[in-house]
């Protein structure tokens, strides 16, 4: 992964907990120092059509069937288990490769 | 003097009464508290601004687009119809407050704002007060505002603003300090330490319904996970799909009923259109107006989140946050989400069925909201606790709940003509309760309310006086000290 991340965080109403995870992602990113364009937070049937766009897509645990066709084509998907957890967010990210 | 009193009705004409540059305001304020730097505080109040705007499009379009059914249904069959969901109670509050009260949308966010600092100082003093939580999510607490000020209204009509304003704003802080302070203990345990509570509408029911969970607990312990579901009905996670399906169906059989003919005669249609896609289309639209409304509460309340929590993590450290409840979506098992959405479903359902047995009138159509997140939150929580019996049973009993709490208090308050009410499960129940309390004994009736929530964080901390506070500032310590 090089270059300039675009990362997208998506949740079933895309108002609260999206945006929980996304003020965190922002945390994350300050931390370890990710190259990040953009992080942009919204419901699951937006995010569906846009995932493919984006390089990471974070959500739920829950919801990581959902994007299915999106991670064929290449985008990685992080499913969380604690939304709340800056820890855990920092090590899927680096789980997934992304730096 | 006569300066200064130049100045204060210019912003009270331009500001305070505006509600989409009061949020700006508002917002804009809280960033430089913050000491953030000009220019984010000035892209701040730009957003939160056109967020409110965008809301307002999608509002008015939400509006237009219910006439043909509120009004066929008013005129023919002398029938209310209320959706229950926040989004369109918060826009029937908008509808319903210039002409029944003769009140803007503003007085909805100055209350808003009392509501938290109310939240924040209950919890600075919680060696007192007990309550551990502070209420932060945006979109929740807009919505609850303005159905609160609208049940206020309705008990105190008489009652000036300032005073209106003060009594609700303390009502309704107790309400999100002492909702979220009850799911501290259920969500610690269940996300195991996450360090978050619920901040949401079914508060009080999720503590309810864990306490009975317990009491269905298994031997055999079956688990919900065994269980394997059709793959179509992911469809439904998607609030886009779920709400057009929704809308058809009901708005679908409603137009059917009220017939072509009647809709031409009002011209609502011309009669060279063709029936069913006008139907369909009708249907699609509130998918279309409430994406767009939400588009608007998403840009606003991202900023008003934002300094919100910035004010409470400054101003209390060592509080637990409350938060959507769809945070909990991840933990405990998979498929309780659906179940608790399919067995709500149910329940809702089956009450709608029976209001129109026993010809209410008021009748209730099912919203995604209350029918996703409620039920499936209720499910994660009753299966966490006691297993497959309780997560189906439970967002089964709180489907029926929901429509009928919600029928009888929108067509009691006046909401039901407006067409919507938030129907969340502890509107459907604790609201109605406090609000037949207020309007039958007045202001002892708000004396009565205020005690009611001070009290029970006090029972709560009675019962673990030695580890009440530590489960929200060491986990571990607490699971250590619990477990011996």
């Known amino acids: 992964m090089a270059g300039k991340l675009k990362l997208l965080v998506c ?67 992080v499913g969380l288990k604690n939304v709340m957890s800056v820890k855990e967010i920092e090590e899927s990210l680096l789980g997934a490769g992304i730096k | 003097m006569e300066f200064l009193i130049g100045i204060w009705e210019f912003f009270a004409n331009n500001i305070l009464t505006k509600p989409a540059y009061l949020i700006g305001f508002m917002v804009l304020i809280g960033y430089l508290l913050l000491k953030k730097p000009v220019y984010d505080a000035f892209s701040g109040f730009i957003k939160a601004t056109v967020g409110y705007m965008i809301l307002s499009v999608g509002s008015s379009g ?11 249904l008013k005129e023919r069959f002398n029938l209310s119809a209320a959706v229950i969901d926040p989004y369109f109670g918060q826009n029937a509050v ?29 919890v600075k003093f919680k060696k007192y007060t007990k309550m551990r939580a502070v ?12 159905t609160a000020f609208w049940l206020i209204l309705f008990c105190f009509p008489f009652l000036n603003d300032v005073w209106i304003l003060i009594t609700m704003g303390i009502i309704l802080g107790l309400y999100w300090a002492v909702g979220s302070n009850l799911t501290v203990e ?103 107006y409430l994406s767009i409304l939400q588009l608007g509460v998403r840009t606003f309340v991202t900023e008003l989140t934002q300094s919100f929590q910035g004010i409470s993590n400054s101003f209390l450290p060592g509080s637990v946050p409350g938060i959507d409840c769809a945070a909990v979506f991840g933990f405990g098992s998979s498929n309780a989400v659906t179940v608790g959405f399919i ?7 089956l009450a709608i069925l029976i209001l129109l047995l026993i010809k209410s009138p008021t009748l209730i159509i099912a919203g995604f909201v209350p029918l996703f997140f409620d039920n499936a939150v209720i ?15 439970f967002p089964f009993i709180s489907g029926l709940i929901q429509v009928f709490g919600s029928a009888l208090i929108a067509g009691w308050v006046g909401l039901a003509a407006f067409g919507g009410y938030i129907g969340m499960f502890d509107w459907a129940t604790v609201w109605p309760i406090f609000t037949v309390i207020m309007k039958f004994a007045g202001y002892i009736g708000i004396a009565i ?12 901390y009675r019962k673990r006086p030695d580890t009440y506070f530590l489960i929200v500032e060491d986990w571990e310590a607490y699971k250590e000290k619990t477990n011996k």
């Open chain 1, 11 to 77: 949740c079933g109403n895309g108002a609260g907990t999206s945006m929980m995870i996304k003020l965190n992602v922002e945390k994350v990113v300050k931390k370890i120092g990710l190259d990040v364009q953009s992080i942009y937070h919204c419901a699951i049937s937006e995010g569906k059509s846009l995932a493919s766009q984006y390089d990471v897509v974070l959500c739920s645990k829950n919801f990581v069937p959902m994007f299915q066709d999106a991670e064929k084509k290449g985008t990685k998907i």
């Open chain 2, 62 to 72: 939400l509006v237009n687009n219910f006439r043909p059914i509120l009004v066929g």
């Open chain 2, 94 to 122: 908008n509808a319903g407050l210039s002409p029944v009260f003769g009140r803007t949308f503003s007085n909805v966010l100055i209350l808003l704002l009392i509501a938290f600092i109310m939240n924040l100082l209950l």
């Open chain 2, 135 to 146: 209420f932060t999510t945006g979109h929740v607490q807009v919505q609850q505002a303005s």
């Open chain 2, 186 to 288: 259920i969500t610690q345990e269940l996300t195991d330490g996450g360090g978050f509570c619920i901040a949401h509408q079914q508060m009080f029911g999720i503590a309810i319904f864990s306490k009975l969970a317990e009491k269905l607990k298994r031997a055999d312990g079956k688990k919900l996970d065994d269980i394997k579901f059709p793959g179509f009905l992911s469809i439904f996670n998607e609030n886009i799909v779920a709400t057009s399906c929704l809308m058809f169906v009901f708005f679908g059989i409603i137009l059917a009923v009220l017939g072509k003919d009647y809709l031409v005669q009002s011209q609502f249609l011309s009669a060279s259109d063709n029936f069913f896609f006008y139907t369909l289309t009708t249907s699609l639209n509130f998918a279309v």
């Open chain 2, 343 to 349: 067995m709500g479903a149910l329940g809702q359902f």
């Open chain 2, 379 to 393: 499910a994660v929580y009753a299966d966490n606790r006691g297993g497959i019996r309780a997560a189906m049973l």
């Open chain 2, 449 to 460: 309310v205020v005690l009611i929530l001070i009290i029970i964080p006090q029972l709560q």
